[in-house]
């Protein structure tokens, strides 16, 4: 009997999904087990099993089309069963998977027409690499026009509102056009480039996107017939990037984006920089502090007019200059939820100064066991996730209709990367130990620094915790990092004379500040969590039990 096979949710925040590959075809076997096709979520590219055995008799979703959660993916049954009934809406599958399936047999017809489209031809659209994002900025392309592209070649770099991420092609063929240039925006499902057969025509495809009558459901057809076409070659925006993403034996150069832009702009070949990022990866440092060994003056020749540094250097006297720097993806995303945060959560603050001396020796105790490393932030995340459990009222989320309690504690630790900040989220925090803590705060804060975070593992946070200290702040307030209700501010840990026993002493204290979002924790709340945060802090052997 035929089995009706629907988009599945295959993550906590998935509402629809893209079908980046298929890995059976109409009239394969396919057993138990078997991968059906490769399925792009709002978090990740995921590969989606088969958990019945028959022929694949019908594929309700084209690669590079969009389905919502539980519409019609897929039919599999005895092979030349007749399922028409289960395409005419005669079983139980949901009314929206008959619409789905009408709307992807009629609407691409009239888009084809229109656009009169061969066989062959790729279209690529703008992918959307993170739950909250709307665009996607080309930090760099690894192709060029005219390149040949194998399935799993990185194409692009891709920078989102959390991160920068390499961006794979699931098709091979010739890069035939690119639709946004390097340092340029577009929004997501937009055209981001054409692979097909070199030599293939397709102006009418560009000159359709160009007139806006390049839709979603004229794309997803073209994924599946293409024209071929010959593209103007703009070899100024795409060639440079090669030069300096390839090394002197024509191997890959692992550099972020804002290293390749700062090396560009200095006239630095990347090939006779060392990258001190993870696995060398070079960042922005490592351009900025590189000298070279010959030529000292051939980079500063070249920058002169380029970088505001050089302008500096030898602008005339009273000369005024502004120079323009376009706002990344994250730093409009930490814009837009921070701004978010601040005026529509109702924020107050609570100050509170800690005993750091019984911390300290603890820390160095611990310290002295081998292979064991912990920071006094960890320490503070680990107190942190215990209060919260003792002051539920604290772990919250507001919504217009509901207070969120979660029962889960999540402890997000905010990380300073060269673009602005990001928050990679300890899950389950009450759970682990100091030493688990401090590996997997060391293990994020590396991948986020190196850009190889996932948006998984930035999500899903209860309470976060911000750090000044090792800057020498010694007090600072924090944004809440919304839905959450919290967020503590870490001040640095400073010597000073306190009074102990009624004489004054030689002590050290660290000063925390409590921001709470009013609309869910009340001032008493929001003391009480923090007395019972400084008594763990002060006694952190009562975080070992």
């Not at 972020?256 to 920089?273: C, M, T």
């Not at 840990?493 to 009013?518: F, R, S, W, Y």
């Not at 929001?526 to 019972?532: D, H, P, R, V």
Request: charged share 25%; proline share 4%.
């Amino acid at each position: 009997m035929a089995t009706i096979i629907n988009m599945p949710r295959l993550s906590d925040t998935m509402e629809e999904g893209v079908v980046a590959s298929w890995l059976k075809n109409v009239g394969d076997k396919v057993e138990e087990g078997d991968i059906l096709a490769e399925i792009e979520t709002d978090k990740a590219t995921m590969e989606f099993e088969s958990f019945h055995e028959g022929t694949l008799l019908h594929i309700g979703v084209q690669e590079g089309e969009t389905a919502p959660v539980d519409s019609l993916l897929a039919i599999i049954g005895e092979e030349g069963e007749d399922f028409s009934s289960l395409l005419n809406g005669n079983t139980s599958a949901p009314a929206e998977t008959k619409s789905t399936e009408e709307t992807k047999t009629e609407e691409p017809k009239a888009s084809n027409t229109s656009t009169d489209i061969p066989e062959g031809v790729k279209v690529v659209t703008m992918p959307r690499l993170s739950d909250t994002m709307t665009e996607g900025t080309v930090a760099s392309w690894l192709k060029k026009v005219g390149d040949k592209v194998e399935e799993g070649d990185i194409l692009a770099e891709i920078e989102t509102d959390k991160a920068t991420m390499e961006f794979e092609s699931f098709n091979e063929g010739t890069l035939l056009h690119i639709g946004v240039q390097e340092g340029e925006s577009a929004p997501v499902d937009s055209l981001l480039a054409i692979i097909g057969e070199a030599g293939t025509d397709v102006s009418s495809l560009v000159e359709a996107h160009k007139a806006g009558t390049l839709t979603s459901s004229t794309t997803t057809e073209k994924q599946e017939e293409a024209p071929k076409v010959t593209e103007e070659k703009k070899t100024e925006t795409v060639t440079t990037p090669v030069a300096t993403v390839s090394n002197n034996n024509g191997g890959r150069i692992f550099a972020s984006p804002l290293a390749k832009k700062i090396a560009k702009d200095k006239g630095i070949n990347l090939a006779d920089v060392k990258g001190s990022g993870e696995n060398g990866r070079i960042v922005k440092k490592d351009v900025e502090n590189y000298t070279p060994a010959a030529k000292v003056e051939a980079p500063v020749a070249t920058s002169t007019a380029a970088t505001p540094s050089a302008v500096t250097n030898f602008a005339i006297a009273g000369e005024e200059n502004t120079s323009e720097v376009k706002n990344s993806q994250m730093r409009k995303a930490i814009a837009k939820a921070l701004s978010n945060s601040k005026f529509s959560a109702p924020h107050f603050y609570l100050n509170i100064e800690v005993d750091m001396d019984n911390a300290m020796a603890s820390r160095k105790t611990i310290n002295e066991i081998p292979d064991t490393k912990i920071s006094f932030n960890d320490m503070v995340v680990k107190a942190c996730a215990m209060a919260l459990k003792k002051h539920p009222q604290v772990n919250t989320s507001w919504t217009d209709n509901d207070t969120l309690f979660h029962s889960h504690i999540n402890v997000g630790v905010a990380v300073a990367v060269d673009e602005g900040l990001v928050v990679p989220v300890i899950k389950h925090t009450d759970a682990l130990t100091l030493t688990q803590i401090g590996a997997a705060v060391r293990d994020l804060a590396g991948k986020a620094r190196t850009k190889k975070i996932t948006p998984a593992e930035m999500q899903g946070s209860t309470f976060t915790v911000s750090n000044l200290g090792m800057f020498g702040i010694e007090s600072f307030t924090s944004i809440i990092n919304q839905p959450n209700s919290a967020i503590l501010s870490v001040g640095a840990i400073v010597q000073k004379p306190v009074v102990k026993n009624g004489e004054i002493v030689v002590g050290n204290t660290m000063k925390l500040t409590l921001a709470c979002d009013h609309r869910t924790v009340d001032g008493a709340v929001g003391a009480q969590f923090l007395q019972t945060l400084k008594t763990y802090i002060e006694n952190p052997v009562t975080m070992l039990a």
